[in-house]
């Protein structure tokens, strides 16, 4: 069997060798033919960074031998996610110029960025790739809320010196949620706030019947309704949304939540005997004022106040208590809520509409008194109640800005902004800004950082921006649309506008209002 094995390898081994040398005799008699090799020169390029809703614009340099470059044909992809090998076609052109809308990547997560480049002459194609890395890009600036169809809602985001510390470029990054879900919010959003969720740097916002979380690093949904609370709803949606000192509010269906989500999930609404509104005063102030919460009650013709939401503090709804001067907070019959406001004194403000003659009028509270001998909360005191029936136009007003800086109080129709001067003995009223070329305002806020007024301001590097209370973000709509002007507020205690030097941002839908974030 041996002798076998080795007859039949001496035999195999014959046989190659004459192969071999045929072959050897037939390519001799072949002209040599070199095909041209195509290379990248990425030298000074070896990995790519883009930042999130940035545009990723790349040339590579193309370095071909003893063929014309007009005959090579490129075709870029990208794989969707890192170490993933499903991959999706981003241009086709030798300069690659692509919007990336994908989250922010981790390290040993890149994405890969192929390129293959063809020889339309021999059909030869070569590959080359590179990382990519994509950076959160979406940092402090405005947010803009805004629909295309009236039914749903986008958001698009504006940073720039004006509204962004420390900043010198302007950055616009258009439908920002749908591009990173590929689908916009259901519904229309009535109500946004930037805060925290379980740790996460989050926007909360609310429809009439969702209540959602975006998470900020890649501007993904990331919880809906009865994820954010510990016991399912009956209803789900908020008429209210805002923030104090480790306290989310909520206010839905006449009931207030408070929690803070940066821990727990949304509890159980406080017991009271008091149906809340959607319009309250709500002092966010970092040092712990005396009242958190006050409001005026429509069903029962009165001032309410709260001291505190935290469990350490006094959490029982009560009465403003009768008193005898500008007004008796305790009876204050036949008045609709229209806006409210707390300023940097800490005093209440509400702007009410008598349900029997129409007339607006401003009532002014103080935040109320701690009492430290007997440990109670005195209730808030009436400061002031002011008429505003001369005022022109205000049946007509849509939207109302309390300025917490100055005794000033702003109202917009669809083409005009009034202001009302009340710090003196009589209001004065005049117009602040003219809505142009047809244009119809539809928000209207005074520009605020996202943690105004939370934040401690114990040393200089913590102060807040110098932006603050100082413009205006207004919204119009042309009715293709949507504009965000900004307003620079000028004479302190008269709040005119630097009308030389407003802002004009374009290319929104129709901004439904903005707010901030971190």
């Given at each position: 069997?041996?002798?076998?094995?080795?007859?039949?390898?001496?035999?195999?081994?014959?046989?190659?060798?004459?192969?071999?040398?045929?072959?050897?005799?037939?390519?001799?008699?072949?002209?040599?033919?070199?095909?041209?090799?195509?290379?990248?020169?990425?030298?000074?390029k070896k990995d790519l960074t883009v930042f999130q809703f940035d545009r990723l614009q790349f040339e590579p340099k193309i370095v071909q031998e003893g063929s014309e470059s007009d005959n090579l044909s490129y075709e870029w992809k990208i794989n969707m996610e890192g170490r993933s090998i499903e991959y999706v076609v981003i241009g086709m052109d030798k300069k690659l110029d692509y919007e990336v809308n994908f989250p922010p990547t981790s390290l040993g997560y890149e994405h890969q960025v192929l390129l293959k480049v063809t020889d339309e002459n021999t059909g030869i194609a070569y590959l080359h790739d590179w990382k990519l890395t994509i950076r959160n890009g979406i940092g402090e600036g405005l947010v803009i809320v805004e629909t295309y169809d009236g039914q749903n809602t986008d958001l698009s985001h504006v940073m720039s010196p004006l509204v962004t510390p420390d900043f010198n470029e302007e950055k616009i990054r258009y439908k920002v949620f749908s591009s990173a879900n590929a689908y916009p919010?259901?519904?229309?959003?009535?109500?946004?706030?930037?805060?925290?969720?379980?740790?996460?740097?989050?926007?909360?916002?609310?429809?009439?019947?969702?209540?959602?979380?975006?998470?900020?690093?890649?501007?993904?949904?990331?919880?809906?309704?009865?994820?954010?609370?510990?016991?399912?709803?009956?209803?789900?949606?908020?008429?209210?949304?805002?923030?104090?000192?480790?306290?989310?509010?909520?206010?839905?269906?006449?009931?207030?939540?408070?929690?803070?989500?940066?821990?727990?999930?949304?509890?159980?609404?406080?017991?009271?005997?008091?149906?809340?509104?959607?319009?309250?005063?709500?002092?966010?102030?970092?040092?712990?004022?005396?009242?958190?919460?006050?409001?005026?009650?429509?069903?029962?013709?009165?001032?309410?106040?709260?001291?505190?939401?935290?469990?350490?503090?006094?959490?029982?709804?009560?009465?403003?208590?009768?008193?005898?001067?500008?007004?008796?907070?305790?009876?204050?019959?036949?008045?609709?809520?229209?806006?409210?406001?707390?300023?940097e004194r800490g005093e209440f403000i509400h702007l009410l509409r008598d349900k029997q003659n129409q007339e607006r009028s401003l009532f002014i509270l103080d935040g109320g008194e701690y009492d430290g001998d007997n440990g109670v909360v005195i209730s808030p005191k009436p400061l002031r109640k002011i008429s505003l029936a001369d005022a022109p136009e205000i049946d007509q007003a849509i939207l109302y800005v309390i300025l917490p800086n100055q005794n000033v109080m702003l109202y917009a129709t669809k083409t005009k902004i009034y202001g009302v001067v009340y710090g003196g003995s009589k209001p004065s009223f005049g117009v602040r800004y003219t809505a142009i070329n047809g244009e119809e305002i539809t928000s209207l806020k005074v520009f605020q950082q996202a943690d105004y007024p939370k934040r401690s301001v114990w040393n200089d590097e913590n102060r807040h921006f110098e932006k603050n209370n100082k413009q205006l973000i207004l919204g119009t709509y042309t009715g293709s649309e949507g504009k965000v002007h900004i307003l620079p507020l000028v004479n302190e205690g008269l709040a005119n506008i630097d009308q030389k030097n407003i802002k004009t941002y374009n290319g929104f839908g129709r901004i439904l209002f903005t707010t901030t974030q971190l």
């Amino acid at each position: 069997m041996k002798n076998i094995k080795n007859i039949l390898k001496i035999g195999l081994n014959l046989f190659l060798l004459l192969v071999i040398t045929s072959c050897k005799d037939d390519l001799s008699t072949v002209e040599s033919i070199t095909l041209p090799e195509i290379k990248v020169d990425d030298a000074d390029k070896k990995d790519l960074t883009v930042f999130q809703f940035d545009r990723l614009q790349f040339e590579p340099k193309i370095v071909q031998e003893g063929s014309e470059s007009d005959n090579l044909s490129y075709e870029w992809k990208i794989n969707m996610e890192g170490r993933s090998i499903e991959y999706v076609v981003i241009g086709m052109d030798k300069k690659l110029d692509y919007e990336v809308n994908f989250p922010p990547t981790s390290l040993g997560y890149e994405h890969q960025v192929l390129l293959k480049v063809t020889d339309e002459n021999t059909g030869i194609a070569y590959l080359h790739d590179w990382k990519l890395t994509i950076r959160n890009g979406i940092g402090e600036g405005l947010v803009i809320v805004e629909t295309y169809d009236g039914q749903n809602t986008d958001l698009s985001h504006v940073m720039s010196p004006l509204v962004t510390p420390d900043f010198n470029e302007e950055k616009i990054r258009y439908k920002v949620f749908s591009s990173a879900n590929a689908y916009p919010i259901e519904g229309l959003v009535n109500n946004l706030i930037y805060t925290q969720v379980k740790s996460k740097k989050s926007l909360l916002g609310s429809t009439n019947s969702s209540l959602f979380n975006i998470d900020m690093l890649d501007y993904q949904l990331e919880k809906r309704n009865e994820e954010l609370y510990f016991v399912p709803q009956a209803s789900y949606g908020a008429d209210f949304l805002g923030t104090i000192v480790q306290n989310e509010v909520i206010i839905r269906d006449g009931k207030l939540f408070a929690s803070w989500m940066e821990l727990n999930n949304i509890g159980l609404p406080f017991t009271n005997n008091f149906k809340v509104p959607a319009i309250v005063g709500l002092n966010a102030r970092y040092d712990y004022p005396t009242v958190v919460l006050n409001f005026y009650s429509e069903d029962l013709g009165t001032f309410v106040y709260q001291p505190a939401l935290s469990t350490f503090g006094d959490r029982e709804m009560k009465r403003v208590a009768a008193a005898t001067g500008a007004f008796n907070p305790n009876s204050v019959r036949d008045h609709e809520n229209l806006a409210a406001g707390v300023n940097e004194r800490g005093e209440f403000i509400h702007l009410l509409r008598d349900k029997q003659n129409q007339e607006r009028s401003l009532f002014i509270l103080d935040g109320g008194e701690y009492d430290g001998d007997n440990g109670v909360v005195i209730s808030p005191k009436p400061l002031r109640k002011i008429s505003l029936a001369d005022a022109p136009e205000i049946d007509q007003a849509i939207l109302y800005v309390i300025l917490p800086n100055q005794n000033v109080m702003l109202y917009a129709t669809k083409t005009k902004i009034y202001g009302v001067v009340y710090g003196g003995s009589k209001p004065s009223f005049g117009v602040r800004y003219t809505a142009i070329n047809g244009e119809e305002i539809t928000s209207l806020k005074v520009f605020q950082q996202a943690d105004y007024p939370k934040r401690s301001v114990w040393n200089d590097e913590n102060r807040h921006f110098e932006k603050n209370n100082k413009q205006l973000i207004l919204g119009t709509y042309t009715g293709s649309e949507g504009k965000v002007h900004i307003l620079p507020l000028v004479n302190e205690g008269l709040a005119n506008i630097d009308q030389k030097n407003i802002k004009t941002y374009n290319g929104f839908g129709r901004i439904l209002f903005t707010t901030t974030q971190l």
